[in-house]
């Protein structure tokens, strides 16, 4: 229970952070020399590329032998980020949205917060033990995402810009995000295989950088969020919790117990694979909309309003994951 309101309490705070910032720089109570939302992008990058890779580190450095089993991991992710594609493309022809709607749709539903809320609440509930998980989980994310979800939202849009299979592949291998979680795997796994052991200090290190991570992630959302926009689609939006929070879980459940997930280290496999496939929108969501020209209000309001419902949806999801 501690560590359920613990999380609440991270994710409220920083929402309410981010929008007394919002309104600070609104009434013009903030230094004109400082510009917040310049100061929210760099504070994005330094989590990315600063913070996250020491904990990369540190998780696969200290890898434990793992079943085989487990190698499945990644094609789960996949699965999951297939599953809330092809969800969002049915209830946007439920919804007879139109094309630049329904790509919305598809990116919203396909393109999940792994990192920031599902790398927190895999800390905060199962500890340090559960992130290699997450990151096996993860692996083919970024690599779905541009080779796979980026041409499928450009099908949909009228402003492609020149953006192709190839040009996408060609951000992917060139994207320092990829580059730097690729470069702390591989120097993890090295150290693995060194006869170093990992320093005590290091676990203390990774207690604290994952939730000051996600608190700083959070503020942005919190400081980004605009509720006015979202009453012009709260029907897309709702449908896309719907895809999010129940027809994604229960696929992916469904799939990782049939694959024997729930006898391996007392369940924690699947624990993790649960509540990460119950996420929100992915910020990166919001790019194929600009670069192609779909509703990027409708993108917006989803991703808003979906990472807010996380406030409601945690104690559910908390209970779920203790059942099993």
């Avoid at 049939?258 to 699947?270: I, R, V």
């Avoid at 409708?298 to 991703?303: C, G, T, V």
């Amino acid at each position: 229970m501690e560590s359920f309101i613990y999380s609440l309490s991270l994710i409220a705070a920083g929402l309410l952070v981010g929008k007394l910032l919002r309104e600070a720089e609104r009434r013009g109570k903030t230094p004109d020399r400082i510009s917040l939302s310049i100061w929210m992008q760099r504070t994005t990058r330094f989590v990315m590329l600063g913070l996250n890779p020491i904990v990369v580190v540190g998780v696969f450095w200290n890898l434990r032998a793992l079943e085989p089993e487990l190698a499945l991991l990644p094609a789960l992710g996949v699965f999951s980020l297939t599953v809330g594609g092809l969800a969002a493309i049915g209830f946007a022809k439920l919804l007879k949205l139109n094309r630049a709607q329904t790509g919305s749709m598809f990116v919203s539903g396909s393109f999940t917060n792994l990192g920031s809320f599902g790398t927190l609440f895999c800390f905060v509930f199962f500890g340090e033990q559960s992130l290699v998980y997450v990151a096996m989980y993860r692996l083919l994310e970024e690599l779905v995402y541009y080779t796979v979800g980026f041409p499928i939202a450009r099908l949909y849009g009228t402003g492609s810009r020149g953006e192709t299979v190839r040009s996408g592949l060609s951000k992917l291998v060139r994207d320092p995000f990829v580059l730097v979680l690729a470069g702390s795997t591989l120097a993890g796994l090295c150290l693995r295989a060194t006869p170093w052991e990992r320093p005590e200090l290091y676990g203390g290190v990774i207690d604290w950088i994952v939730p000051a991570s996600t608190a700083l992630l959070v503020v942005s959302i919190g400081y980004n969020m605009k509720w006015t926009a979202i009453r012009g689609y709260l029907l897309p939006c709702a449908s896309i919790s719907a895809v999010k929070f129940v027809v994604v879980p229960l696929c992916v459940a469904g799939a990782a117990v049939s694959f024997g997930l729930a006898g391996l280290h007392d369940g924690l496999a699947l624990k993790v694979v649960v509540l990460l496939s119950a996420m929100p929108p992915a910020f990166t969501s919001l790019i194929p909309p600009q670069l192609y020209k779909l509703d990027t209000d409708l993108a917006n309001s989803s991703w808003l309003l979906n990472s807010g419902m996380m406030v409601l949806v945690l104690p559910l999801l908390y209970g779920a994951v203790e059942l099993l």
